[in-house]
């Protein structure tokens, strides 16, 4: 899961599917990382906390970090937030095999549409991100299963 700097949209995805991977008994592992390194080393922004614990998620073991070129290898899939994100990732690599990795994660639940994620930093509109990445985690395990 990757935004611009891991605090609140790509937290709570991986916060809301570790939640979807426990409850489906899959043995998937998910991380989190921004194309930026703001905020490397910190909590998600507690609104995303807040958010993630009315819907019983507890995400403050997370720490920001930014991606890496390893999580290419380490990982089958590298879902993007928004386009930006999506592109920043498409240039971290040449390798036609790592870049075929990473996808737009509303595309799970609108395909083909390369909807984004609004970034809720600012407009505070952590409520209808949460509900767009946790449709997104079900159609995604969907998908997947």
Not at 95 to 114: A, F, H
Request: proline residues 4%.
């Amino acid at each position: 899961m990757v935004c611009l700097g891991n605090i609140c949209r790509s937290p709570l995805a991986q916060g809301i599917l570790e939640k979807k991977i426990k409850e489906h008994n899959l043995s998937w592992e998910v991380d989190s990382a921004g194309t930026a390194s703001y905020h490397v080393g910190e909590l998600p922004d507690k609104r995303s906390i807040e958010k993630a614990t009315e819907y019983g998620i507890d995400i403050t073991d997370q720490r920001s970090r930014k991606v890496a070129v390893e999580d290419f290898k380490d990982f089958d899939l590298i879902l993007a937030m928004d386009a930006s994100n999506y592109n920043n990732l498409l240039k971290l690599s040449d390798n036609p095999d790592y870049q075929s990795k990473v996808k737009m994660i509303l595309n799970y639940s609108y395909p083909d549409q390369n909807r984004q994620v609004p970034d809720p930093y600012y407009d505070d509109g952590f409520e209808n991100v949460y509900i767009l990445l946790d449709q997104a985690c079900d159609s995604l395990i969907a998908s997947e299963t």
